[in-house]
């Protein structure tokens, strides 16, 4: 059995680029950067004035006449002669021929005219924020790899971009096995379990942005999956499955797989919950086999195909935080531990994870109202409270 | 001038119900579930079998003949005599007339018969996960007013519900005001600025699910605003605009408000940024008006704008966190300060706000990267690092 690291190690080494699509800066939050930008213009664009008063040439002149107003957002104009000044506001651009500011406070308006106050000496330059001083045209603002939220977006659109090469999103087919599975709005049985992991999956795919992906129930009928996979494998770049990959029937997943040409790459992981999972490729196609189990396929899903996908759309950064675990934790066996937790911040500013262990009847509604798992190493059996573990939330990004 | 707590308080008290409407389950990651669901039957729904064993009346008997098999997801069996058993796997019903489970260790198999371990006293009931021990139907599972994620899709899945009552996500017209504002794929003058604020809100209310929202861009010219804004007031429940409640120019937009029948419900609040914002509403319509200062605007619509929308969809959660400030940091005006940072965990698992501040020429693209912002209180002056801040993340659901 390979260990979690090894496991995520060979889906990172199976994936493949998903390629990059441009995609209006409106409906890029969410979307992974492929492309760094740079900046269009320097920062400021012009020598920006950071006081209202007045521009003026430096000469020696203390009586000026008021040539005109420049208001921010205003073309500048063009100072017509040593002893006249422009009134100037904060923000605007300075003047042609100008080299001075003289705050509001230094002058009086008489006829027409700004007197500076005696004795004030104004000096060339202050106030005024030089043309490319934040930045010049040309520096690296956005780097490729980055995750877009609002403020990345209003960074493209100040640059004159109306679109932005992203990473795409495969679409994903979502396949549920199992006869005992009854999906929503068929009467179930007592002995029969209503079919839940599909649509939690699928759920979380849109909610990640990976439209087109879809769900398919399949039954424990080896003619039918042979079938139906086929097609799938066709049409999606990704597969995941849930059922099929532990005892009894499950074992269908695996063969199957193989005949249709799926190259296993690992099955069996050294975790719980998911021990049992499966993964293979044919191609660039990925094939993800999670347990039936619902919180081990959650586990699963979000441990290592959402990160995968994000991955495969060109994000460079971190999946998981790390939290502080908010009680002692007991787990005896030698594997890594996946342990649904609810986490918020503290009074002092702490991520504190509480630990909500489902229990083992197969209840797993206790995951209602958390925040994710925490992920605990397969060395240790103790875990007090306090101990920094990771955390991965099941909403990714 | 009014409290960032007062600011909010008075929108709280003029936001409508946006209502509810019934969402595919599959495509419910990211709503607020507005109906509570209870459990549709017992769990476990059937005296479940905690052990690989047999199962059997207790009498006394110790050699069984094993009359079949059951299977977790098999429909019961029947047993049929005080003699006989029923091999049974791990998360099978327990079969009718069987009271008793005898794990497969304490078993031999001979000759189609199951004898047990001498001295080894079967106990009735144990390795029986009883129905209904878990939560009988009815119990209450999901609460109203909780954003779904994937675990929740998963339990709703699993009661069955092919729907969920989600509360509804209005419409969103964003307004940029401002002749100085030059769009994408237009050639840009020094003095001009790029068009930013409109695109980044957008992407966000996009991004945050409130699907046909759009973004207007108007003049300064009174005329065209009064008849562009009297038909948006028309046909979207929220406005937003940004530009246009500050100086000069700024007044056209309170103004023309008043004209069209919006009543003001706030203007300027005690922050930094954002102290221009405006705020009113015509009957359930309501208009936020932010600064057109890009770093005001997200902020402003960060802190009260998105927060909003996701109360009137339901959500009664909260919207911020608590983070330890990064550095020291100083602030002396005697307002709220909005300080942008970039927040990450450390090692120990403290959310640690380091502060991003961006500077007075304008230059925003300091927030690329930011993961939010934190607010300081408008009583302190000096906020040391490791001081508790509630922090607003960028993306709030």
């Known amino acids: 059995m390979i260990t979690v690291g090894e496991a995520w190690q060979r889906i990172e080494d199976a994936l493949p680029d998903y390629g990059v699509e441009d995609v209006a800066v409106e409906e890029a939050a969410g979307r992974v950067l492929r492309a760094a930008v740079g900046a269009e213009r320097d920062q400021p664009p ?14 020696g002149a203390r009586r000026l006449r008021v040539q005109g107003t420049q208001h921010a957002g205003d ?12 009134e100037i506001m904060t923000g605007a651009a300075l003047p042609s021929g100008a080299d001075t500011i ?4 230094r002058i ?25 001083s934040d930045h010049v045209a040309g520096t690296g603002l956005l780097q490729a790899g980055c995750l877009l939220g609002a403020p990345e977006v209003a960074v493209l659109a100040s640059q004159g971009l ?13 396949v549920s096995t199992g006869n005992e599975l009854v999906p929503a709005g068929s009467p179930v049985a007592a002995h029969q379990i209503r079919l839940s992991n599909g649509p939690a ?18 039954p424990d009928e ?5 079938e139906r996979l086929t097609a799938l494998l066709d049409e999606f770049p990704v597969l995941l499955l849930s059922g099929g990959v532990s005892k009894g029937k499950a074992d269908y997943v695996p063969g199957i797989m193989a005949e249709l040409g799926v190259e296993v790459i690992f099955h069996r992981v050294s975790q719980r919950p998911g021990k049992p999972m499966w993964f293979g490729a044919r191609g660039a196609t990925l094939v993800f086999a999670l347990p039936g189990n619902p919180v081990s396929a959650l586990v699963c899903f979000r441990r290592y195909v959402l990160p995968a996908l994000l991955r495969g759309a060109g994000y460079s950064g971190p999946t998981a935080e790390t939290a502080m675990l908010g009680a002692d934790y007991e787990f005896r066996a030698p594997l890594t531990c996946f342990l649904p937790v609810r986490a918020e911040t503290d009074a002092a500013g702490s991520l504190v994870a509480i630990p909500a262990p489902t229990n083992t009847s197969g ?22 409270a306090g101990t920094p573990v990771a955390l991965h939330r099941w909403r990714l990004y």
């Open 162 to 174: 109306a679109t932005v090469r992203a990473g795409r999103r495969p679409p994903t087919a979502v």
């Open 222 to 226: 080896p003619e039918v999956m042979r």
């Open 363 to 384: 209840d797993f509604t206790g995951l209602a109202g958390t925040t994710g798992f925490v992920e605990l190493e397969r060395e240790r059996e103790r875990f007090a």
């Open 108 to 132: 009086r308006h008489v006829d027409g005219h700004a007197e500076l106050e005696e004795g004030y000496e104004p000096e060339p330059g202050r106030f005024i924020h030089r043309r490319g």
């Open 102 to 105: 003289v705050p509001v406070e």
């Open 46 to 59: 012009f020598d920006r004035v950071m006081m209202d008063g007045i521009a003026l040439r430096r000469t």
């Open 75 to 86: 073309p500048p104009l063009e100072l017509a002669e040593d002893t006249s000044c422009i």
């Open 201 to 218: 999956i699928l759920s979380s795919l849109l909610g990640h942005g990976h439209a087109g992906s879809r769900h398919a129930h399949l």
